[in-house]
C-alpha cells in the first residue's frame, strides 16, 4: 500500500476489531517495521511485549476501566455526556497487547544526538511506534494506542525492571474496516484543525 | 511508494543533500502527511515552522557546531576518534529546516487520553515526524534530525512563546540518493540489534 494511502486511512481502532487474533508471521512483520524505525546515536531504545494470556488482558482492561471512570468524574458535565459513548480500548477484541517501552539506558551513557535533549531517546521508540501503525495499515491489521493506565501498573504487569519505561499499549488485531472518520470526530469530542494553522514561515506565529 | 519500501529506505540523511531546495507544493505534501498523525484525544499538539531564510540556517548551523565540539570533547579518545567523521547535520546544504513544535495546553484541560501520562501529548507530536519522514521518502526527500542543539537556544531563534517546546529541526531536502546503510553503521558508531531482541512473549524478558 502507497504511504500516502496508510497515512489518510490509517485510525486508532477501539470498536471494529473482528475478534481473530493476528497470525504471529503479521506480527513479526509489523515489529520489523517498527524495528526499522530511526533511533538516537542508532540506540534502538525499545522493546516490544507481546501479550496474549486471557487473564493479562483482564487485568489490565479492569485497570483502565476504572481510570476511565476517573477520567470521567474530572470532567465537567458537558463533556463527561460526551466522553460516555466513546469506546477507549478494545485490549480484549484485539486479541494482542504490544506493550512499548523504553530503556534510557541502552546503548551506554554516550548517546550521539542526545547529549543536550534528554528526551530524544524516549522520541525514539515513538517513532517506531508510528512505523508499526502504517505496516498494520497496509495489512489490514488495526491498532489502537490505549493511554488510560498508570505507567507503574503496566510496569509491573509485564515485570519490567525498574530502568524500563512502557510508554504505550497497542492493541492489534485484523479489522472490520477503518472508519472513514476518527472516532472522536464522529462523537462529537474534537474536530481537527486545518493544516495551514499548523504551518508557521520563518517564526512561530510569524 | 510502498510503506514496506518507504520504511526500509528511510535514512537520516546528513551528506546526501543536493543542495537544491525542496518546492513548496511537495513540502506542503509532507507537512499535511505529519498533520494526519494520530494525537491523543486529537488535540493535534504540533507546530511546523518552515525557516529558509540564510540567516536563520547560518546561526542554528553555528550552534550546532559548538554543541557538536562539547559533545565530542565529552567522549572517551577512542570514541572521539570513531565520532569525528561523522557528519551530524546538513542545515545550510538541505536548504530548508522545519522545527516541530510541541503545545502542552493545545485542546485545554481534559485530553482524552492524557489524564495519567502527562507525556502522552509529546508522544503525538514525535508521531508526526515519522509520517513526514516517511512521506519525504517517497518523494525522493531526505530528512535528517538534528538534535545537537539546547532548546532555550532554538525556542528563541524561532520567537516560540514559552509554552512552545521546540522538539526536533528536521533538515528537509531533495537527495542524491538514500545511503544503503545508516552512517552511523557505516562509521562504526554502532550496529542495530537483531528484531528477536527486541521482542519479548507476554513478559519483559520472558
Partial sequence: MDVYQAIATRRDVRAEFTGQVVDDATLM????????????????PWDFVVIREPGMLDDFAAH????RQRFADSLPEGRRNTFDPIKIEGIR?????????????????????????????LFSAVLAIQNLWLAAVTEGIGVGWVSFYEEQFLAELIDAPAHIRPIAW????????????????????????????AVHWGRYRA
Same sequence: chains 1, 2.
Fill in 170 to 197: 497497542l492493541c492489534v488485531g485484523p479489522v472490520r474496516e477503518f472508519a472513514e472518520r476518527p472516532d472522536l470526530e464522529r462523537f462529537g469530542w474534537r474536530t481537527g484543525r486545518p493544516l495551514e494553522d
Fill in 93 to 121: 477484541e484485539s486479541g494482542t497487547g504490544v506493550v512499548v517501552t523504553y530503556d534510557h539506558g541502552r546503548g551506554g551513557p554516550h548517546i550521539l544526538g542526545r547529549h543536550t535533549i534528554s528526551d530524544a531517546g
Fill in 29 to 44: 512483520k509489523l515489529l520489523q517495521a517498527a524495528h526499522r524505525a530511526p533511533s538516537v546515536g542508532n540506540s534502538q
Fill in 64 to 67: 483502565v476501566a476504572l481510570q
